[in-house]
């Protein structure tokens, strides 16, 4: 079987579904290729640009300011390849930069606002919502149901930490601690915390419950009843002005379970960042879908791209499995977003690092090359570590326009595009950059793709 389109995209996370988006809106034919589940969805679903510099244990006060600095220290960084093209006069390209994020997040805000995931924050200034361990992190846009405006600025807010009995995710009582230490250290409200745990039982389960059970059973409309119900004494007895859950307040409705239970109770309630599997991360991949089909584009889910044909300059097209079919799509352009190890768009092992579809050219975090070396080499014993992992840093390097490099360093085909974690030349997890990365190169790479498509019809 043969299908053809304008551009086909290889990869449905964050990455892959704004470039989509962005080339589906322009009335492009475009169709998207997911093989399985993206590290979208496993995200906390908070979209970072920038929050530390490599190795610095301060925070960027804002995406402008970590921009700056790291278009001045690593000019291969992703973010810096925005600043490149030959248009742009050399004292403008940190503003280039500045520019194109600022509109992704503007893009990204009004894009999602009628989605299950719509988002709050700014281009202008860090913002720091509190993780289930009670820590805070810096980060640009978060989920409305994440959002607290006053918590951190009322001097006599009051914040209670609820968690579910059976729910094995979170521990509100070393929350709460971790919290108030934090909070008393800054001398900054709110400076009274609590906590309390709800019964709960999904779906007739009292223990070992999941986020997304939780999740799923507060959809339906008499669990937030209940819930506030349970919620009303705790809420009295410390006099919280704010609650603070687990991120479970729904799949499909949980901006509405958040205003129905801030309605019910009468105080500010917001989920708090959690680990994987993420409810969140699942709401904004749903609503990053949802954006791409309304879009006009097509997907085919439990599809995988495994290697293609060439012809001249270009990739002439891509073959494509699925469990009981083979089909060959043939495109006018391609945009690899098919992530890193998580993803499936880097494999490692004793062979090294490769990119299995087109057998891309892959480096390291030196820039050497990263075929034949042991992915092991690249990581630290402590997976958690301000050091990052160097293993992160490994994947493609592209030219000004978001497209994969060879030996040579020219262009490894005129119409293949790469966006997203596959490319190299970033640590998402100790500069706090991954869904921001992600976003912006694959609207930078939608961009090209339209100025390319104009240019060769
Ligand atoms: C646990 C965890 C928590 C995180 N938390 C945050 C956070 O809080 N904030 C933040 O900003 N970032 C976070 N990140 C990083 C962020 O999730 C990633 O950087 C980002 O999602 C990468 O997006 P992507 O589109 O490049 O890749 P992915 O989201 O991984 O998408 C890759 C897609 O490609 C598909 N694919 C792969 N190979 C093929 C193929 N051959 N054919 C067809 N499809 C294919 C996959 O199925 C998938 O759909 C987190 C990452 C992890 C792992």
Redesign the pocket.
């Given at each position: 079987m043969n299908l053809e389109c304008d551009v086909l995209i290889?990869?449905?996370?964050?990455?892959?579904?704004v470039a989509g988006t962005v080339s589906a809106k322009k009335g492009l034919n475009t169709l998207l290729?997911?093989?399985?589940?993206?590290?979208?969805?496993?995200?906390?679903?908070?979209?970072?640009i920038i929050g530390y510099m490599p190795e610095v244990s301060e925070p960027f006060s804002s995406p402008k300011e970590g921009l700056s600095t790291i278009a001045g220290l690593y000019p291969l960084h992703p973010y810096s390849i925005v600043g490149y093209s030959d248009m742009v006069d050399p004292d403008r390209v940190v503003d280039e930069i500045a520019g194109r994020v600022r509109e992704t997040v503007n893009w990204l805000k009004k894009n999602l606002r009628k989605t299950v995931s719509p988002l709050k924050g700014s281009f202008n200034h860090n913002i720091h919502p509190i993780t289930i361990l009670g820590t805070t992190k810096p980060?640009c846009l978060i989920q409305e149901t994440m959002y607290s405006e006053s918590l951190q600025k009322d001097d006599d807010s009051a914040l209670l930490f609820v968690g579910f009995s059976g729910h094995p995710d979170f521990n509100p009582s070393v929350a709460a601690k971790t919290y108030l230490e934090d909070r008393l250290s800054f001398g900054e409200p709110p400076r009274k915390v609590g906590r309390c745990i709800l019964e709960t039982a999904p779906f007739g389960k009292s223990y070992n419950i999941s986020s997304i059970e939780i999740a799923r059973h507060l959809d339906h409309e008499t669990s937030i009843q209940d819930l506030a119900n349970q919620l009303k004494r705790p809420v009295e007895q410390i006099g919280a002005s704010h609650v603070a859950v687990p991120p479970v307040l729904g799949l499909k409705k949980a901006v509405e379970n958040k205003l129905r239970l801030e309605e019910l109770l009468g105080v500010e309630v917001f989920e708090l960042?959690g680990?994987?599997p993420?409810v969140p991360?699942l709401r904004l991949q749903m609503a990053l879908e949802s954006i791409f089909r309304k879009s006009g584009g097509k997907m085919l889910v439990g599809?995988?791209?495994?290697s293609y044909t060439r012809a001249e300059d270009r990739v002439s097209g891509v073959l494509?499995r699925a469990p009981r079919r083979e089909i060959q799509i043939d495109a006018r352009a391609y945009v690899l977003?098919?992530?890193?190890f998580?993803?499936?768009?880097l494999n490692g092992d004793e062979n090294g690092i490769r990119e299995?579809?087109f057998d891309l050219m892959t480096v390291t975090r030196e820039y050497h090359s990263a075929e034949g070396i042991l992915p092991t080499r690249f990581t630290n014993r402590i997976a958690i570590s301000p050091l990052g992992q160097p293993v992160y840093s490994c994947g493609l390097t592209v030219d000004p326009y978001f497209r994969p490099v060879g030996e040579d360093g020219l262009e490894w085909a005129s119409n293949l595009f790469a966006?997203?974690?596959?490319l190299a030349g970033y640590d998402?997890s100790s500069e706090?950059?991954?869904?921001?990365?992600?976003a912006v190169s694959?609207y930078s790479a939608a961009k090209n793709v339209l100025d390319y498509i104009g240019e060769v019809t």
């Open positions: 290889i990869g449905g996370g964050m990455a892959g579904l290729l997911r093989r399985g589940q993206s590290a979208t969805a496993n995200s906390s679903g908070a979209i970072d980060t960042l680990f994987p993420s991360g599809h995988e791209a495994v494509v977003a098919t992530g890193k998580i993803g499936g768009g299995p579809v966006a997203g974690s596959i998402y706090k950059s991954g869904l921001g990365v992600a694959g």
